[in-house]
């Protein structure tokens, strides 16, 4: 059973009520702080997902100076974002107990233009200040920094065991190693 916006904003998200998120029927809008384009052109990467742990060449990411840069306007700070595909950091955090887990999805708003956002499931246990997830942009769109990208959903399942919450390699990271 999904929470209702109330309930993850007051159990769930480690961000102060002023973060700029907004709480719905049945998640919370989090707002976006940084934004990197994975690189082009790596036909020869290949990423490895194995028995004990994935990896990603540092190439695909580059570092935290690929980092979408924001423009400045009287109305605020934006960036125009060409088609591809994009690694998104949200201004909040989450820390999800044993009997939650969590996902990422786009508001319609965004939909609508043409982009969406996925993220991977946030199992029981997992804990961090930043939350991320990946967009894919089929046309140019133009964000403003701290808007209101995505809806975070928390949904309610059996208890997980002490020694069975997530405990794995991005425990506490905003991003790719």
Not at 22 to 38: A, C, E, F, P, W
Not at 60 to 83: C, M, R
Not at 165 to 177: E, F, M, P, T, V
């Amino acid at each position: 059973m999904n929470l209702t916006g109330k309930t993850i904003e007051d159990r769930f998200l480690t961000c102060p009520k002023n973060s700029g998120h907004k709480v719905q029927q049945v998640g919370v809008d989090i707002t976006i702080q940084s934004i990197r384009k994975l690189r082009v052109g790596l036909e020869s990467y290949v990423g490895q997902i194995s028995t004990d742990q994935t990896t990603f060449s540092p190439h695909l990411y580059g570092d935290e100076k690929n980092n979408i840069l924001w423009f400045s306007t009287a109305e605020g700070d934006f960036v125009v974002l060409q088609p591809g595909v994009y690694s998104l950091i949200f201004d909040q955090g989450i820390t999800l107990d044993s009997d939650h887990h969590a996902c990422i999805i786009h508001r319609s708003s965004l939909l609508r233009m043409g982009a969406r956002i996925e993220s991977a499931m946030y199992d029981c246990g997992f804990t961090t200040s930043n939350i991320g997830a990946m967009m894919f942009v089929s046309f140019p769109i133009k964000i403003e920094k701290h808007a209101r990208l995505a809806q975070l959903i928390v949904a309610e399942n059996y208890s997980v065991d002490s020694e069975d919450l997530y405990n794995g390699q991005y425990q506490g990271d905003k991003d790719i190693k």
